[in-house]
Antibody, heavy 117, light 106 residues
Framework: EVQLVESGGDLVQPGGSLRLSCAVS????????FNWVRQAPGKGLEWVSY??????TIYYADSVKGRFTISRDKDSLYLQMNSLRADDTAVYYC????????????WGQGTLVTVSS | DNQMTQSPSSLSASVGDRVSITCRTS??????LSWYQQKPGKAPKLLIY???SLQSGVPSRFSGSGSGTDFTLTISSLQPEDFATYYC????????FGQGTKVEVK
């Protein structure tokens, strides 16, 4: 069974840092690309970052560029979040992307990040 | 950035209705367009990819069409389990989601 399980969400003060993880199982991790997508309370989906299957290509949304870093290792995806702001408060999802077809075909359950003093 | 405009932002419909949601992009994206369904408290679910391909396991009442800058998601006969929020997403230049369309009970 394909599974993506996010962890690391927490309450953090503005200006703080947090590292999210997404552990995968049920498929060959290195065959796929991955994304982080977030959803602020009561709002729509916002794409955050993408990493290619080998990690050689990385993209960021303008809203997080210079503050967030995506990475991957073994069977896990990561999102290092620095200089956190109140508007980073959201549920963060990891999403698997099938190469060439570019569809987000599997999603984790999400992890909540709250930035507040 | 490739801006995406999804419309309407919400609609009211009854079971059995035919429902259409449109997505327009500011730049041509070929068919690099997917549609997702999201229910409250749940992760999004892929419905359509490559503009018109039905994801495995998704009912055939869902269909997608379009290419270039204009796309449509159609639900041919709305079922009770289809009341949800729908998002389009492009993967031609980085990735972007539309603002969402909430389908509510009339």
């Amino acid at each position: 069974e394909v599974q993506l399980v996010e962890s690391g969400g927490d309450l953090v003060q503005p200006g703080g840092s947090l590292r999210l993880s997404c552990a995968v199982s049920g498929f060959t991790f290195s065959d796929y690309e991955f994304n982080w997508v977030r959803q602020a309370p009561g709002k729509g989906l916002e794409w955050v970052s993408y990493i290619s299957s080998r990690g050689s290509t990385i993209y960021y949304a303008d809203s997080v560029k210079g503050r967030f870093t995506i990475s991957r290792d073994k069977d896990s995806l990561y999102l290092q979040m620095n200089s956190l702001r109140a508007d980073d408060t959201a549920v963060y999802y990891c999403a698997r992307e099938a190469p060439a077809v570019t569809r987000f075909d599997q999603w984790g359950q999400g992890t909540l990040v709250t930035v507040s003093s | 950035d490739n801006q995406m405009t999804q419309s309407p932002s919400s609609l009211s419909a009854s079971v059995g209705d035919r429902v259409s949601i449109t997505c327009r992009t500011s730049q041509s994206i070929g068919t690099y367009l997917s549609w997702y369904q999201q229910k409250p408290g749940k992760a999004p679910k892929l419905l359509i990819y490559s503009a018109s391909s039905l994801q495995s396991g998704v009912p055939s009442r869902f269909s997608g069409s379009g290419s270039g800058t204009d796309f449509t998601l159609t639900i041919s006969s709305l079922q009770p389990e289809d009341f949800a929020t729908y998002y389009c997403q492009q993967s031609y230049t980085t990735r972007t989601f539309g603002q969402g369309t909430k389908v509510e009970v009339k």
